[in-house]
């Protein structure tokens, strides 16, 4: 018999634009709405407030459940897991270099910088 992958992460819970969240045991893969296996506590990113049953987390992390990287950094802050905490990895876009934007710039914006006279021949006619 499979037993499922299971993960200790957080289930937002709240209105909109007034998050809180509940610390679950979840499969690893499951949505967000999907019943957890249990309920370990509650986070409050506006006032910083946690409350979370310690006994529990320590048992389901010994069972081998796997805590996300924000929840691990949760956990160490608390004094759950004595542990230093994890780098957390974000995903940035590539922004391309000086050089070569330089580069790829066409020939027609180019020379329309480097000769402002051409604008000025191009002078507005009055409205009578």
Same mark, same amino acid.
């Given at each position: 018999?499979?037993?499922?992958?299971?993960?200790?992460?957080? /289930?937002? +819970?709240?209105?909109?634009? /007034? &998050?809180?969240?509940?610390?679950? !045991? $979840?499969?690893?893969?499951?949505?967000?709405?999907?019943? =957890? !296996?249990?309920?370990?506590?509650?986070?409050?990113?506006?006032?910083? $407030?946690?409350?979370?049953?310690?006994?529990?987390?320590?048992?389901?992390?010994?069972?081998?459940? /796997?805590? *996300? !990287?924000? !929840?691990?950094?949760?956990?160490?802050? /608390?004094? +759950?897991?004595? #542990?230093?905490?994890? #780098? %957390?990895?974000?995903?940035?876009?590539? %922004? =391309?270099?000086?050089?070569?934007?330089? $580069?790829?710039? =066409?020939?027609? *914006? #180019?020379?329309?910088?480097?000769? =402002?006279? $051409?604008?000025?021949? *191009?002078?507005? *006619? &009055?409205?009578?």
């Amino acid at each position: 018999m499979l037993f499922p992958m299971l993960a200790i992460k957080l /289930q937002r +819970v709240g209105k909109k634009h /007034q &998050p809180s969240y509940r610390l679950v !045991v $979840a499969e690893k893969k499951s949505k967000m709405a999907a019943p =957890p !296996v249990e309920d370990l506590g509650t986070y409050s990113p506006f006032t910083k $407030a946690t409350a979370f049953n310690k006994e529990r987390i320590a048992y389901w992390v010994k069972m081998g459940a /796997q805590p *996300t !990287v924000t !929840v691990y950094n949760l956990l160490v802050e /608390q004094g +759950v897991l004595l #542990a230093p905490k994890a #780098a %957390v990895k974000m995903k940035k876009k590539a %922004v =391309p270099a000086a050089a070569d934007v330089a $580069a790829n710039v =066409p020939a027609a *914006t #180019a020379n329309a910088a480097t000769a =402002p006279a $051409a604008e000025e021949k *191009t002078a507005e *006619t &009055p409205v009578a």
